[in-house]
C-alpha cells in the first residue's frame, strides 16, 4: 500500500514569491493534515480535513497561507506571499478518521531566500 | 489544553548500551500516546503507540514505552541500542475530542560506536 506522497520535496524560491505544496493521502483515509515543522522543533497542526471539510484550521496564517481538498482525496497548501520565516518542513498527514493512527508524508522542505 | 514535554533535548549513547528518551504530558482527559522516529531528511515514521488496555507497548525493532497514567509519561526505552537508531524521536499524544496530535519538541538520539 502507497503512503502518504508529497511534492516537491524540496523548494527554494525568493521572498514575496507564491509557493503550493501538494499531498495525496493513503487511499480510504479520511482525514488529512497539514503541520508545518521548524528546525528543532515538533510539528505544529496547520489545518485538519474531514473529507473535504476543514474542521480545524485555527492554527493557519490566513493572510498569506491557504489550503484547499476538493474532492475529499488530495489536497493542496499555497502561500502567498512568501516570507523568510515560512522556511521549514511542511509535512502531510492521514488517518482514517480522527483520533485514529496518523500516518506522515516525507515532507516539503521550504527555502525562502 | 493538552502539552508535551521532552525533558532531553539531545540524548548521546554509546553502540549497546541501554537508553531511556523521556516524556511527560498534561491532559485531563484520556489520551492516546505515540512515539515517531524521524531519520534525516525524511518524514515521521510511527514507532508505537498507546491507545489502550496493556500499559506497555512494544514495536518490532526493540523499543517499549510503558504508560504511567499517575505520573503521565510515556518514557521510551531500548535495552540495547544500535547505530542505526541514530534519529530524532517524538512523543505525541491526541487528548480531547478534536483528535488533533501535539507533538512534544524531539528528543535526538546520536548512537555512538
Known amino acids: 500500500e502507497a503512503g502518504v506522497v508529497q511534492s516537491p520535496r524540496y523548494k527554494i524560491i525568493e521572498k514575496k514569491q507564491p509557493v503550493a505544496f501538494w499531498c495525496n493521502p493513503i487511499?480510504?483515509?479520511?482525514?488529512l493534515y497539514w503541520y508545518l515543522q521548524n528546525l528543532g522543533q515538533g510539528p505544529e497542526l496547520l489545518i485538519r480535513?474531514?473529507?473535504?471539510?476543514?474542521?480545524?484550521d485555527s492554527q493557519l496564517p490566513k493572510d498569506r497561507f491557504s489550503a484547499e481538498r476538493l474532492k475529499g482525496v488530495d489536497s493542496t497548501l499555497k502561500i502567498q506571499p512568501a516570507e523568510l520565516g515560512d522556511s521549514a518542513v511542511y509535512l502531510c498527514?492521514?488517518?482514517?478518521?480522527?483520533?485514529?493512527?496518523?500516518?506522515f508524508g516525507p515532507g516539503t522542505r521550504l527555502l525562502v531566500l | 489544553a493538552q502539552s508535551v514535554t521532552q525533558l532531553d533535548s539531545q540524548v548521546p549513547v554509546f553502540e549497546e548500551a541501554p537508553v531511556e528518551l523521556r516524556c511527560n504530558y498534561s491532559?485531563?482527559?484520556?489520551?492516546?500516546l505515540f512515539w515517531y522516529v524521524q531519520y534525516p531528511n525524511q518524514g515521521l515514521q510511527l514507532l508505537l503507540k498507546?491507545?489502550?488496555?496493556?500499559?506497555l507497548v512494544e514495536s518490532i525493532n526493540g523499543f517499549e514505552a510503558e504508560f504511567n497514567k499517575s505520573q503521565t509519561s510515556f518514557h521510551l526505552r531500548k535495552p540495547s541500542v544500535h547505530i542505526s537508531d541514530t534519529a530524532e524521536y517524538f512523543c505525541?499524544?491526541?487528548?480531547?475530542?478534536?483528535?488533533?496530535?501535539?507533538f512534544g519538541k524531539g528528543t535526538k538520539l546520536s548512537v555512538k560506536p
Open positions: 498527514a492521514s488517518s482514517q478518521s480522527g483520533r485514529e493512527t496518523q500516518y
Open positions: 487511499s480510504g483515509h479520511n482525514t
Open positions: 480535513y474531514e473529507n473535504e471539510e476543514a474542521v480545524d
Open positions: 491532559s485531563s482527559v484520556s489520551v492516546y
Open positions: 498507546y491507545l489502550s488496555g496493556s500499559t
Open positions: 505525541a499524544v491526541i487528548g480531547g475530542s478534536q483528535g488533533n496530535l501535539i
